[in-house]
């Protein structure tokens, strides 16, 4: 395995970190889409609000703390993830806007050695279906807003700063793992 040496990564420049925050007003009309850019959701109030719940969740959470930035280190970007969750007859319940890394941007062998993504399998959801069935139990549907998967990490991970919430607080800042 050949290991390539990491180019120096840039983050957002100030004009570009003062220009995302700059406030404008927002369409207030629900939008009826789910935008596939953080410039189409930013225009509707809905989805900033969504976008303001999930930075909060995160910052609760302390999921990060804003480091500053040195070239030498691999940065992910980030962006918005976008969904209209919608209610048993089609009416919208709330638009929810997801933070992701742009774990692409990774390089195996010097980023990561391997990937794990837990999800249910159909079979395991039948499974539950049925014992509930026979045993007469009831079910009911739940939804989560925020999950927070607790994964141990054997190296650190730093990711830019999300669109539309770039905290200037330091020079050149990402997000880099929170210390305890």
């Known amino acids: 395995m050949v290991l390539r040496p990491r180019q120096p990564k840039t983050t957002l420049s100030t004009a570009t970190a003062a220009a995302s925050t700059v406030s404008f007003s927002r369409v207030v009309s629900p ?3 789910e935008p596939l850019a953080f410039n ?4 509707y109030e809905a989805w900033h609000s969504a976008m303001r719940e999930e930075i909060q969740a995160l910052r609760a959470n302390k999921t990060w703390t804003l480091v500053s930035f040195h070239p030498s280190i ?11 969750k919608r209610r048993s007859d ?3 319940e709330r638009y929810k806007a997801r933070l992701v890394a742009r774990g692409f941007t990774q390089q195996e062998g010097i980023d ?9 399998k159909q079979a395991t959801v ?5 014992i509930a069935v026979s045993c007469g139990w009831k079910i009911h549907q739940l939804d989560i807003h925020n999950a ?8 650190e991970v730093y990711m830019k700063q999300p669109p539309g919430f770039v905290d200037s607080a330091c020079c050149n800042p990402f997000l880099g793992p929170h210390k305890k």
């Open 31 to 33: 939008p009826s889409h």
């Open 40 to 43: 189409d959701a930013n225009r």
């Open 74 to 84: 691999n940065v992910i970007g980030s962006r918005w993830v976008y969904k209209i």
């Open 90 to 92: 089609g009416s919208i």
């Open 112 to 120: 990561y050695s391997e990937t794990f993504s837990p999800v249910i």
């Open 126 to 130: 039948r499974l539950v279906f049925s």
């Open 148 to 155: 927070f998967l607790n994964g141990v990490l054997d190296e």
